[in-house]
């Protein structure tokens, strides 16, 4: 069985920072494409940034300048380090992560959410 489990979440107060953490285990016969979502109360879940196997990032324009999506491929984990945190940046944030299994099945696995408050 494959699994993401995000941690790092928290309160901040507005302009402050956080760095979120997703590892993948279990077994995992490779990992594709890994993202950040995000989902806010009332609100559909959007992408915050997507990171390729070698590394290249994008970016929701929300985003941009103040968020950064990182990789580890030998710890098989993705981190987001979000800094310059605003109030409408508050939400529940999954990481997502295009895998295949040792089976050879592949498919696209969610993590459980960290909760990420900006408020004073």
């Known amino acids: 069985q494959v699994q993401l489990v995000e941690s790092g979440g928290g309160l901040v107060q507005p302009g402050g920072s956080l760095r979120l953490s997703c590892p993948a285990s279990?077994?995992?016969?490779?990992?594709?494409?890994m993202a950040w979502y995000r989902q806010a109360p009332g609100k559909q879940r959007e992408l915050v940034a997507t990171?390729?196997?070698?590394?290249?990032?994008t970016y929701a324009d929300s985003v941009k300048g103040r968020f950064t999506i990182s990789r580890d491929n030998a710890k098989n984990t993705v981190y987001l380090q979000m800094n310059s945190l605003k109030p409408e940046d508050t939400a529940v944030y999954y990481c997502?992560?295009?895998?295949?299994?040792?089976?050879?099945?592949?498919?696209?696995?969610w993590g459980q959410g960290t909760q990420v408050t900006v408020s004073s």
């Open positions: 997502n992560a295009d895998m295949r299994d040792y089976s050879g099945r592949r498919a696209y696995y």
């Open positions: 279990g077994r995992i016969g490779a990992i594709y494409t």
């Open positions: 990171i390729t196997t070698g590394g290249t990032p």
